[in-house]
């Protein structure tokens, strides 16, 4: 086992007018569960191929343990990968897919099948080792991959997005199970996605990727209580946290029909900004009765969960322009679609960030 280092590490492919990872710094500790998160285009996939020796550093270095890798061979970083796609050899049975790359290391027959047999059980395998991946589901052949991987007892797994060709409910009893597994095996372990309900289940900690730079790293309570700026804010957390640009007066911050006190001691680091973005969890949200101070909104969607309620609504901001709002509701009391929604919000749990560097301002306590 080993841990992870990137260090002030870049990649800038040829021609290209700004490196799509620009100087990393992340530590990922020996046996955790890391997670690089970010939207299509963030680099996420990147930095683990990086890691994996598939791109080339430009700058900068990567180290598993105590070796630099940075310029190694794939082969010789001492790594597992699954990707997305399986890649399984369709003509290969799944015991010989997943003893695969041992024969090829010149492991001899005995401990090869010692091998397959451990993972193919602790995987719930065993009974499909002599079948081709042609008659396994999507789910089965993404447990070979994750197989082929653990025979070979490497110092780190690396997944990219190996849940994202499974539908919706096996994805996630999926990422229980790999989640489950990697624990038992201690594995140091980087994971990539897209989807962040998935980074936030899985990962022991979790780190947020935009263009190419790291956001932040935390845990992922940390990252939905103290996003560190308005993407990570906006990012994180589903339904979304509600963010809007509203003007700042002696009062507070206005938003519609709302005015939203400023907990005590924002005014000074708002330091005289006009405006701010405001964010507010759907959680935060209260209905209150009609003629009370809050927000007066139109419903326009209700997303009925059974045990929550999410409410879309609609409000017109200073501008003129509508924004959507989003409230979690109690789901046996759901306003109808149409309707007036009016809205209150606790001043010392919304979160404020400056409107021009989306920097945090304040952070409620949790």
Not at 36 to 62: F, N, Q, Y
Not at 305 to 311: E, K, M, R, S, T
């Amino acid at each position: 086992m080993a841990d992870v280092t990137y260090k002030k590490a870049s990649l800038t492919y040829p021609g290209a007018e700004a490196p799509t990872i620009d100087k990393i710094d992340l530590h990922i500790d020996d046996g955790e569960f890391m997670v690089l998160v970010g939207p299509s285009g963030s680099g996420k996939s990147t930095a683990l191929r990086m890691l994996a020796g598939l791109e080339d550093v430009s700058s900068g270095t990567i180290h598993i343990g105590d070796r630099d890798v940075t310029n190694m061979a794939p082969k010789d970083r001492d790594i597992a990968m699954v990707f997305q796609n399986y890649a399984l050899y369709p003509h290969m049975t799944v015991g010989d897919n997943m003893g695969f790359a041992l024969k090829m290391a010149g492991v001899d027959k005995d401990e090869r099948a010692r091998r397959v047999h451990e993972a193919a059980k602790l995987l719930g395998l065993e009974e499909y080792v002599d079948r081709k991946p042609k008659a396994l589901s999507g789910g089965q052949r993404q447990r070979v991959a994750m197989g082929r991987a653990i025979v070979r007892e490497p110092q780190v797994f690396l997944m990219d997005e190996p849940l994202s060709n499974l539908d919706a409910k096996l994805r996630v009893s999926t990422r229980a199970q790999i989640a489950s597994l990697q624990r038992r095996l201690g594995v140091t372990t980087v994971y990539v996605t897209h989807d962040q309900v998935e980074a936030m289940t899985m990962g022991d900690r979790v780190a947020v990727l935009e263009d190419g730079y790291l956001q932040q790293v935390d845990t992922p309570l940390n990252l939905y209580d103290k996003p560190v700026n308005s993407f990570v804010a906006g990012f994180i957390g589903s339904p979304a946290m509600n963010l809007f640009t509203v003007p700042v007066t002696p009062e507070g911050a206005k938003l519609g029909t709302l005015t939203v006190r400023l907990p005590q001691g924002a005014h000074e680091k708002i330091k005289g900004d006009r405006e701010i973005t405001l964010g507010v969890r759907p959680e935060s949200f209260r209905p209150v009765a009609a003629g009370e101070a809050g927000l007066e909104t139109t419903v326009e969607v209700v997303e009925e969960l059974g045990a929550d309620a999410y409410v879309y609504a609609s409000v017109e901001g200073d501008d003129g322009e509508q924004q959507t709002v989003i409230a979690r509701h109690e789901a046996r009391t759901v306003p109808a679609r149409g309707g007036k929604l009016n809205l209150s919000v606790d001043s010392e749990k919304v979160h404020m960030f400056s409107k021009s560097t989306g920097e945090s301002l304040f952070t409620p306590a949790a």
